[in-house]
């Protein structure tokens, strides 16, 4: 069906891209948007303009910053010899919602996944192996998702950060395999942090 108006119709296509959102939700956001007051839309818009020129990746953990360092590289309360690996940027969020960690992270940006031609070079690996080298870090928690490449990009970091003498855990599987650390509840993520496993 056909929709009346050719602006809502562009509207609801681009809402439909989004992850989780089909094509009625994206229908049902669209109507929401039509029906605020004209400075809500034009706030909301605003945002969405401000975090696409502003937003980078950490230069040291490769996480969502506002600046050249985030604020968790750069909150000396934190637990500067342990750092936590994780998969994507939104893992860090998901994880720092518990309040279960204290320590640094590394976003690889990834997973290694040899049948989708991602490598360990095509990801943000190099610069964790050279935080580990000058002796500061002590600990290393590999929190990448229980899958199959989850298991293959952790078995590979213990390969590479072994020779620098830290202590290599990874997460207890207290989440379903197959499961993303993104869409966890808060107490799983915390029970798989508590209960990490050394490699």
């Given at each position: 069906m056909k929709n009346p108006s050719r602006y809502l119709e562009l509207l609801i296509r681009e809402l439909s891209r989004l992850p989780g959102i089909g094509p009625k939700s994206a229908s049902r956001i669209a109507f929401h948007l039509l029906k605020m007051p004209y400075e809500q839309v034009e706030s909301l818009s605003q945002?969405?303009?401000?975090?696409?020129?502003?937003?980078?990746?950490?230069?040291?953990?490769?996480?969502?910053?506002?600046?050249?360092?985030?604020?968790?590289?750069?909150?000396?309360?934190?637990?500067?010899?342990?750092?936590?690996?994780?998969?994507?940027?939104?893992?860090?969020?998901?994880?720092?919602?518990?309040?279960?960690?204290?320590?640094?992270?590394?976003?690889?940006?990834?997973?290694?996944?040899?049948?989708?031609?991602?490598?360990?070079?095509?990801?943000?690996?190099?610069?964790?192996?050279?935080?580990?080298?000058?002796?500061?870090?002590?600990?290393?928690?590999?929190?990448?998702?229980?899958?199959?490449?989850?298991?293959a990009t952790s078995l590979y970091l213990s390969r590479e950060l072994k020779p620098y003498g830290v202590t290599l855990m990874r997460i207890a599987h207290g989440l379903p395999v197959g499961a993303d650390i993104e869409f966890a509840d808060s107490a799983t993520i915390a029970q798989s942090l508590k209960d990490r496993v050394k490699i």
């Open positions: 945002a969405l303009i401000m975090l696409k020129k502003n937003i980078r990746s950490c230069t040291i953990c490769g996480g969502i910053s506002d600046g050249e360092v985030c604020s968790l590289c750069s909150d000396p309360e934190r637990e500067q010899q342990v750092i936590c690996v994780v998969e994507e940027q939104s893992d860090v969020l998901s994880i720092e919602k518990t309040g279960a960690f204290r320590g640094l992270y590394h976003v690889l940006g990834g997973l290694i996944s040899p049948l989708d031609g991602i490598g360990p070079e095509d990801l943000n690996i190099r610069s964790l192996v050279d935080r580990c080298k000058d002796g500061v870090i002590k600990e290393v928690i590999i929190a990448t998702n229980p899958t199959v490449e989850g298991d």
